[in-house]
């Protein structure tokens, strides 16, 4: 029992995904920063509710690959999420693009702010 | 027979809510109130006790009992598994209601006799509201008769764990205890000819409830970091924002009771506040438990139940918000303040602590509201919330640092600048040198906060100074807290390191300046799973530092892998080790953070939590003595 | 302290402020209980080529297929995986499928691996006139794969004309594959 168990833990290991990780290797370390910001920004679209960065999950993992070579070639940031925004549409990052139907979420609390602290003139003097 | 005893413990709990509901409503019932509380209360905590014992004796013909538990499960897990789900976790809700009810019945004799009518009604309106959810969608109780399995399905093994034996419940204490604020302004504004200071009564219960919930949300925080393997302590997970939000309110709260009931002024603004907390605590549980929102957090999502909660929440907030605009229609005329005093600062610091609950709220819902308004599908995550809520959160830290020092009602900028003068002095030594040593290497919004944790930090501490109350010890507590919290936060998001790398037993890599050989990989057995533990070393200049075993258990009933993260915790850093995936070579991947300062954050949160607790056993016995007079 | 006298527009403002702000909250946590879920048959591809992409065959790796062979005729594109359980349970249906109906059935495995994949072929049939290893995922990466199996339906032109998310069985592919097939053959 004990052996038919172990076996199936290792043979569940096994059948992971599981061609080489190598240890990801940066020319630069602005290019190593470039890349752990940019894999926390984006959802892995098979997950609840992770970035690509937390997850175990094979689209993620494709993702960070994909992510990790344009990186090392020098794509740019913008030209990276765009990659990724025209395949995925906008559900697949967790920094809202910024167009008149997200305007609200992006201004809003800053004019909700603004509100009280016109609010908070009226009621205070010599101010 | 015990279950169905349970179920009907649990109507008859609804039966005796009705009666204390009907108390409030005709004047010769109220004297049932307050016996058919204890009875409600009583027949709520027989339910509950009836479903412990259900999983402590292995009842799998109880369903909620065969889908969370298991033969084999520990005996501290059967115990908490009691809260694994749906069903038994608003349970558990129910019956810590009851539990502050209690205390608030057995405490409170020397209320005015209207008010305290009021308050029993309010209270078993919403035990009311709840035990129609249990039984009418969430029956803990069904069973699955004939067929009975022989084995349960066990806990998720992710919930298998001490922090989660903890976190629920100090967590319902926290939110659910807003309940309690709730009904007092209820009750005050159901009687407005009262001349009663509700605020002063509620305020150690909002003190209590805030002190609970920043445990429960610190010991959340601490378990997901430790239990999930990423290193991260914080994901603005809806769930998480659902308990932050509370808290923000509850934090914002507090203050102004502590005006309201010194001064006769921000009566309406208190009122506001008290029933927001306890309404966006509702609303979290409607989050949470409709499967409105996707989260690794949320329960099994089920619209009838979604459907209920709403209605209930509809009701609630119908009910107070249009209490609340009756009352303003009767309120008096609004003194207007000096800038630079202890009330204006107050108020300024609400209104950011409200504009930050609103920006939560914001990002937890938009997801929602584009998809209703525009079909579209967005995601809201870190990104938004470290743009928009930490720089909305940076002048309240500031405010925090000298509001302390201002006097009630009147004072001057020169005479408050000299009382800062000290610890202002202190503190520009300490970032001159922070400074020297770590300007180039942490980015702006770390350098902002770490100057401003430190700002609040010298000037918590300064104020031991001079006579001291308990009161003034709970405040100072809170604020050095969240000063360490907040030096915590910044000093860790700027400093961490990470490294994943492919390792071979026997082989070592260098992350920092640590050496992090893989020593040794052998088998573990645990009561209901087998596990590779892997030994790690970290040595530094050849001295050996720690030594970490992190594990991949598999659970034998759910046929599920977990990692068990090894971190070695320090005062100024933790090593953090998780193995990933073995590879048909025999090496593994491996995930090796270094994180400095972290514990700070929940430090800062026990500090913030024991601050909070201090000040509300301060209040209590003041209304007690009070009332003895 | 100065008093001020009650204001009146004030009090109008919050209580219509407060109103307005529950009544709207409630609405969309009312309109967020039912939502549309996501459909199996996603129309958002339509008319769209199928990506560029140059990969190996399983069975022969010198071998490279690219999107041209796609087309000159309508195909099926099945894109599955062996570590994933309902590709393995859908994998009979497809070999159903292969012998009663003759269009060119493409495998594509994502980020599978070579023997794993074979062994399954070997063990529950092989419908695939041949099956590519998207071993890195990019060509999944390109159509905005968000899990597996997925099915497509191509036209000779190489345009998606079918895109279908899950798991699907041989009445299905009777009543909603064939006829669209049977059309596009004629249109070739």
New interface residues.
Partial sequence: MQQCVIGLLLGLILSFKAFAVEELAFDSPHKAQTFHELIKEFRCVTCPNQSIADSQAPVAAAMRDDIYRRVQVGESPEDIRGYLLSRYGEYVTYRPRLKPATWFLWGGPFILLGLGILGFRSRVKAC | MIPEFGLFCLILALCFGLMVMAGGFNRSLAILQRPATFGMCAFIALGFIILVFGFLSDDFSVSYVAQNSNTQLPFMYKLCAVWGGHEGSLLLWVFILSLWTLGVTLISRAMPENIMRSLYAVLGAIHVGFLLLLLHTSNPFLRLLPSMPKEGADLNPLLQDPGFVMHPPFLYLGYVGFAIPFAFAMAAMLNPKESFSWAKWARPYALLAFSFLTVGISLGSWWAYYE?G?G?WW?W??VENASFMPWLVGAALVHALRVSSLKPIFNSWSLLLALCAFILSL?GT?LVR?G?????H?FASD?AR??FI?YF??VV??GS?GL??VH??R?????????VSKE?FI??GN??F???T??VL??T??P?????????????????YS???VP?MMPLLLLMSFAPYTFW?QDSPKALFSRLLKPLLLCTGIIILVGYFAWLSLPAVSLAGVVLGILIVISSLFKLRGSLSFNKMGMIFAHFGLGVAVLGISLTTALET?????LAVGSS?KVANYDIAFADLN?QEGPNY?A?QGHFVISHNNQPVANLYPE?R?F?AR?T?MTETAIDPGFLRDFYIAL??????GTW?VRIYIKPFVRWLWLGGIFVALGAFIAALTALQANYKRREA | MNINKPNKMGNYLWQGTIAILVAVLLWFLWQGLFVKQPMTVVDSQQGQSFPSFTLAKVNDTKQMVTQKDLQGKPHVVHIFASWCGVCVDELPTWVGIAKKFSYPVVGVAYRDEVEPLQALLQKKGDPFVYVLNDEEGKLGLDLGLMGVPVTYVLDAKGNIRMHQLGALSLAQFEAEFAPLLATLSKEA
């Fill in positions: 999930l990423w991260g994901f997970d809806p609303v409607f409709s409105v929102l996707a989260s690794v949320a619209p979604g459907v709403l929440l509809a907030m119908i918000f609340y605009i303003l229609q309120r008096a005329a609004v003194s207007r303040l000096q800038f204006s108020l300024l209104i950011i409200v504009s930050a609103a920006t914001l990002g819902l938009y929602l509201i584009m998809e209703v308004l525009t079909n579209e599908k967005i995601s809201v995550g870190s990104p938004y743009a928009v809520f909305i009602e990470e490294k994943e790398v492919q890599v088998e087998i590779k991949k598999f034998t046929e892998m990933g995936e073995r590879f048909h070579d991947s």
